[in-house]
């Protein structure tokens, strides 16, 4: 069965509750352990809104027609007996949890602001509402959802043919240039079809191309259950926002680890480092040398991400620490040319780095009218925007890359030193 389903009336929605990024599993684990109480607001933003990009009424009648239907997915029980093979992270008490979970359409609000004279072009806002453990789910389907039926019903200049080969030759050239890599795109994707095909075409590269580079798997749980690959995932900005607003922001980004850790003690030990900005991130990481030689490495996600190795080889070495045992994860905006950029750097450090590639795989297309001009994904997020009533926010390593409520922003970036823009 297809883990994107599309009825008739156009309304689309997933089939299977695992059709999601494994972060979101360990997150809401590691949130079920902590914070079962917590209530939480997640809240849409349309970073292309600024760029005049919008959508369709026609889009946004069916995105909110399609949510009714996420009430009938639940956890099988062979998802959950793969789930307690492959990942013996999660717990039995996690597992039974996940599979009594259903979502809970009445979460979502979604709305539709007009832009244009006729009303048919607009906005859409959405926000979900409800305990921090279930409120978290709705992240990646709610965009999937929403890309796909925007690229279905009003962005529909491009077409599936040729992104198999395409899907393939990139992956044959990242593993000939000897990248590890996994397959990130499940949140931004065209449309599940076409992450389908990635997939499996990936697969494919890998089997042909073995000894080099290597595909590590997919962050998508479902696909990764599907073609018998490792699912990828560990911990996202929204742990270290909540986290530092249940607890302030003092130490915030070691507290978050700290509480990571007693969730998962042996696993899952990739810090993301720029919730609060890098820099602040290694006053926390450098204050308890004996945890940064526990955990495994480093993600980055925005920013110049060739500052990034060089400086993390600076932190290790501060701490006596062989950066050379530890590795990078580079996830923000992952192509082709950066990937083999930082490939190089990486080896010319002798520092191990791996690779999580989303749109670039995912949402990757040309218009049909002229095979020259890009047909560009929707630049888009939901991000945890408050917990227990209190406004969480984001400060990036990339100032286009911040979120939350700006009065927030600008005290957070007080308790931390950093410039106002």
Known sequence: MSPTQILPNGCVFPVSLL????????????????????????????????????????????????????????????????????????????????HKFRPHPEQVKVTFEPVSKDGQLGNIEIEAVGLWVEAIYWEVPLMSTLSEIHFTTGDTDWSYVGQDAMAYKKGRILLEAGCTFSEF???????????DVVVQALIRAARDFPG???LSGTSNVHLAMKYGVQPIGTIAHEWFMGVATLKGYQNCSGIALDLWEAVYPNALHFALTDTFSTEVFYRD???????ARRWKGLRQDSGDPFIYAPRAKQIYESLGIDYRTKSLI??????????????KQCDELGFPCTFGIGTWLTNSFNKSSDENEPSKALNMVIKLASVDGKPCVKISDEIM???????????????FGLPHE
């Open 19 to 98: 059709d999601t990024d494994l972060y979101k599993l360990t997150m809401q684990q590691a949130i079920l352990h902590h914070f079962p109480n917590v209530q939480s607001t997640y809240r849409f933003t349309n970073r292309d809104q600024k760029k005049g990009r919008y959508f369709t009424r026609k889009c946004y009648d069916l995105f909110k027609a399609s949510l009714p239907y996420f009430a009938n997915l639940a956890l099988t029980d062979v998802e959950h007996e793969w789930l307690r093979k492959t990942c013996p992270y999660l717990t039995a008490e996690y597992l039974d949890y996940l």
């Open 212 to 214: 080099k580079g290597a």
């Open 330 to 343: 580079f996830s923000d905006a992952i192509d082709l040319e950066k990937a083999l950029g930082l490939k």
């Open 185 to 195: 795109g499940t949140r931004r994707r065209r449309s599940f079809r076409t992450q």
């Open 401 to 415: 890359k911040n979120t939350g409520d700006p009065t927030t922003v600008k005290s957070v970036k007080d308790i």
């Open 285 to 291: 990481f450098v204050a308890d040398p004996d945890r």
